[in-house]
Nanobody, 124 residues
């Protein structure tokens, strides 16, 4: 199992970035895909998630209206489009995958496959 996150970088406030996470080694299309982030000195937090069955999307309040998660099951890839970036979005962004029933879970304990993280730095 491998999740390879990419697309991070150094940008200015107001800019956009698109993160990608390429998955391999498991049945990607039948599992929930999410993005978490962890800022320096802070706990890892949920950013966005997308269900496996009908691609319903879910967002943390900080991401609503600015970020968009999507998935391409043919490419085994999940994306996070981030617009109007703010300095407080600076963090290492992690993609993850989980398999469970019911509503999408926002705590990291429910996700067993994780990528290595990609650093996003937003300067003011």
């Amino acid at each position: 199992v491998q999740l390879q996150a990419s697309g991070g970088g150094l940008v200015q406030a107001g800019d956009s970035l698109r993160l990608s996470c390429a998955a391999s080694g498991y049945n990607f299309k039948n599992r929930v895909a999410v993005w978490f982030r962890q800022a320096p000195g802070k706990e890892r937090e949920f950013v966005a998630g997308i269900s496996w069955k009908n691609s319903n999307t879910y967002y943390a309040d900080a991401a609503k209206g600015r970020f968009a998660i999507s998935r391409d099951n043919d490419k085994n890839t999940v994306y996070l489009q981030m617009n109007s970036l703010k300095p407080e979005d600076t963090a290492v962004y992690y993609c993850a995958s989980g398999s469970f029933w019911g509503s999408l879970k926002r705590d990291s304990d429910h996700y067993d496959y994780w990528g290595q993280g990609t650093l996003v730095t937003v300067s003011s």
